[in-house]
């Protein structure tokens, strides 16, 4: 029919060959979903405050968790900040606030009061408007440094649907020891029948390194990027079809898409109009991790999940 | 003066009719050898006949966009069925369901063997040969290597079987959309003829197949072995290969839509192009992830290759060449089915192992229009040319692009080669059951009044 090249023939099996490979994953049981029974809600007197309590309470009454309320402020404006927000909430704890600066006194008040989830605004004490995607502020950083449970940071504010998060982005970028943690919240999140995407992002700054160094180890190796992206699918197939049962199980749609940062970047705009939760692990001992977390937030105008380990 | 006279009753003098003869036999050689690339081989003679037609007035210039507008509907069909089997195959449905087959044999050599070989020619049918074979090489060599089999007896046999699924259906290989294209046989007819030969040729081939391996696999395997393969091959989880499984579902839907228009094309009055572009059209809409990378997937060098091939068919065409043939082939048979059938399967079957089954069945396709304009029905004469070019393939390394792959596959992945001498030992022999296999079917059916009539 039709008279492919040796190299085109090549290229081709060794691709399908890959993909075949990519199902060799021995038993891949699926995840148990992670959901709060404690919400610790930080508040900072920002536009994004609303949001905060409106996505904790939306998640109170679908998992019944207990929810307090924390003023984090690093000087009391005596305002009455806490009571203004639960106002017409009920059985909402408003917690005394500890001494210190604002990410001290919200991790003294997550280790008092026992909290397995935290939510709170970013950047911390501005509008997201002012401070955009250049910066997540100190309190996000030192939290993501310091805190043991999982947060919620609310980037812009917003007004969440009765049943939040129905698109939950798991994104991935390399080997990272606190996935599997992180994929066990972002399943937890997801509303019924919603959707979870786990995208896997090559990043361009890693692909060209990885080519320079394969292209001077040995000149003939043709290496481009969609060979980069079947790899990161090889390496992450067991998450794959370990999410892919979590989904049959638990009854929400799943599907990967495997994709370099620029492609990544477009899709994050289409989830971003539906306020999409991302979510992210972060592997504390791995400086890449911090730096793609922190990016992830950076660039986010939707809420985003980090689960640290 | 003399080339005036010629033109105006319609053939050229019998000088041009050789030369032009010996212009399209110099680009089939391009094509076989692969001296150049059959593209620019076509392409090539394609520009060097229509100069000489020009010049020696065998027909104006302007008839060279009316011999490509007859065949504008094989470019949509090879455009739309390139677009739905590029989206079809990236939402991982093939291999998903290739790998569940395997899996479902426990990797037992018997099993697996049948199994591959029928799918083979189920994916062939559907996928036509091309991708059927990339994702049925890379399977066999993957599954291989994990249950420590040989790939020669798999690949050998994938690469031969897959020339059997070539002639289940209208979109299964490019012989058959042309000669379908050209005779207007409707999608049911491959279905009814077609297709049961098809089945026929399976059986032969896998009966031949398992004959020369015998010693080449472990047919039977006691139980402590089945219970090792059992447990390697369930590491393979075909599910982790699907990245959307509402992706996956909308392309299988789409595909079977398309089978299903193309069945019923001619019923509702529109062309197997049509349903084709509209096809790849709804891939693209509701299955494709990139629109831009699929539409580059789409074979151009095909196309151009068709484009070359049919200038050089039509040139050849206008000299009356063609007709002079189609007149002492019908003359040498003396009319008779019984001498028709057996003449165009010999030389379809031969042709096709020795040059390339397309410019067999393009050259073939104005023969039989002309046997037939001389009172010879015309149906046992398409299906002989559509089943034995397509079988033809099988007789030797380069005869069909199936080979091709298998066997330099093999070399490149499992080190093995297979010489001319060995594979025309089993292809030939194989193709020599089918080819007169075709002769005996189309004959049974002639005789017994039972072709469906165009």
Redesign the interface.
């Known amino acids: 029919?039709?008279?492919?090249s040796?190299r085109k023939?090549?290229r081709?099996?060794?691709e399908?060959?890959r993909?075949?490979?990519?199902?060799?994953?021995?038993e891949?049981a699926p995840l148990a979903p992670l959901q709060p029974k404690r919400v610790l809600v930080a508040a900072d007197g920002s536009s994004q405050d609303a949001t905060s309590i409106a996505v904790a309470d939306r998640l109170r009454k679908r998992f019944g968790c207990e929810l307090a309320v924390l003023d984090a402020r690093d000087s009391a404006a005596g305002d009455d900040l806490t009571n203004k927000l639960t106002a017409g909430l009920q059985d909402v704890e408003q917690l005394t606030k500890p001494s210190g600066e604002s990410f001290e006194q919200i991790l003294s008040a997550a280790e008092s009061w026992k909290c397995d989830l935290l939510i709170l605004p970013c950047p911390y004490g501005r509008d997201f408007e002012k401070v955009g995607a250049d910066s997540a502020g100190t309190v996000l950083d030192v939290l993501l440094a310091r805190s043991p449970i999982p947060l919620i940071a609310i980037r812009r504010p917003f007004e969440p649907e009765a049943a939040p998060f129905q698109r939950v982005v798991f994104s991935l970028w390399r080997e990272n020891e606190a996935a599997v943690l992180a994929a066990s919240w972002a399943a937890g999140m997801i509303a019924p029948g919603g959707h979870l995407r786990l995208e896997l992002v090559l990043e361009e700054e890693f692909y060209e390194n990885i080519r320079d160094v394969m292209g001077a180890l040995d000149e003939s190796i043709k290496f481009d990027a969609e060979k980069l992206c079947n790899a990161l699918a090889a390496s992450h197939?067991?998450m794959?079809?370990t999410l892919?049962?979590t989904a049959t199980a638990h009854n929400f749609?799943?599907?990967?898409?495997?994709c370099r940062e620029a492609e990544a970047h477009e899709m994050d705009v289409t989830e971003e109009a539906s306020h999409a939760l991302f979510a992210v692990g972060l592997e504390r001992s791995d400086h890449a991790s911090h730096g793609h977390v922190q990016d992830r937030v950076r660039r986010a105008a939707s809420p985003v999940l980090v689960a640290p380990r | 003066m003399e080339v005036l006279l010629a033109v105006e009753s319609g053939h050229s003098p019998g000088w041009v009719m050789a030369l032009f003869a010996l212009g399209m036999l110099l680009t089939y050689v391009g094509v076989a050898f692969e001296r150049f690339h059959k593209t620019v081989a076509a392409l090539s003679g394609a520009a060097v006949l229509t100069a000489l037609a020009v010049r020696l007035e065998v027909f104006k210039y302007e008839e060279i966009h009316a011999i490509l507008a007859k065949d504008l509907n094989i470019f949509g069909v090879i455009v739309g069925t390139g677009i739905l089997v590029d989206v079809t195959s990236r939402s991982g449905l093939f291999h998903f369901l290739s790998m569940g087959i395997v899996r479902a044999t426990a990797g037992r050599a018997a099993a697996l063997y049948f199994a591959i070989c029928v799918l083979t020619f189920v994916f062939v049918a559907v996928l036509t040969i091309v991708p059927a074979m990339l994702i049925l090489s890379s399977l066999v060599l993957v599954i291989c290597r994990s249950l420590d089999y040989p790939a020669k007896p798999f690949l050998l046999s994938v690469a031969i079987c897959a020339n059997s699924g070539a002639i289940v259906t209208f979109a299964s290989g490019l012989p058959n959309i042309m000669i379908g294209t050209a005779a207007g046989i409707p999608y049911v007819h491959f279905l009814m003829v077609s297709a049961p030969y098809a089945v026929v040729s399976l059986v032969i081939a896998i009966g031949v197949l398992r004959l020369v391996f015998r010693n080449d696999l472990a047919w039977r395997q006691d139980e402590a072995t089945q219970q090792a393969l059992q447990a390697r091959i369930a590491e393979f989880d075909p599910w982790a290969l699907v990245e959307s499984r509402w992706v996956l579902v909308r392309s299988g839907v789409i595909l079977g839509l398309t089978i299903l228009g193309f069945a019923f094309a001619r019923m509702v009055g529109v062309g197997m192009d049509f349903v084709a572009m509209c096809g790849g059209t709804a891939a693209l809409l509701f299955a494709g992830k990139s629109v831009e990378d699929t539409i580059a997937k789409v074979n151009w060098t095909v196309i151009l290759f068709f484009v070359g091939l049919f200038v050089v068919i039509g040139c050849v065409e206008h000299t009356g060449a063609l007709e002079l043939v189609a007149t002492r082939v019908v003359d040498l048979s003396g009319q008779k089915m019984a001498a028709l059938v057996p003449l165009l399967s010999l030389f379809a079957g031969v042709g096709s192992a020795i040059v390339d089954n397309i410019p067999v069945a393009a050259t073939l396709i104005p023969v039989v229009q002309n046997i037939h304009a001389l009172g010879v029905p015309e149906e046992p004469l398409w299906w002989a040319v559509i089943l034995a070019s397509n079988l033809g393939g099988n007789a030797t390394p380069i005869g069909s692009i199936s080979c091709v792959i298998a066997l330099h596959t093999l070399k490149k992945e499992a080190g093995v080669t297979v010489g001319w001498g060995e594979f025309i030992r089993i292809g030939g022999l194989i193709m020599v059951l089918q080819v007169a296999g075709v002769m005996a079917y189309l004959l049974a059916i002639y005789y017994a009044g039972a072709f469906p009539e165009l």
């Open positions: 029919m039709y008279d492919p040796e023939i090549d081709d099996v060794e399908s060959m993909l075949f490979q990519r199902s060799q994953v021995g891949a197939a067991h794959h079809r892919q049962k749609v799943y599907e990967l898409t495997v």
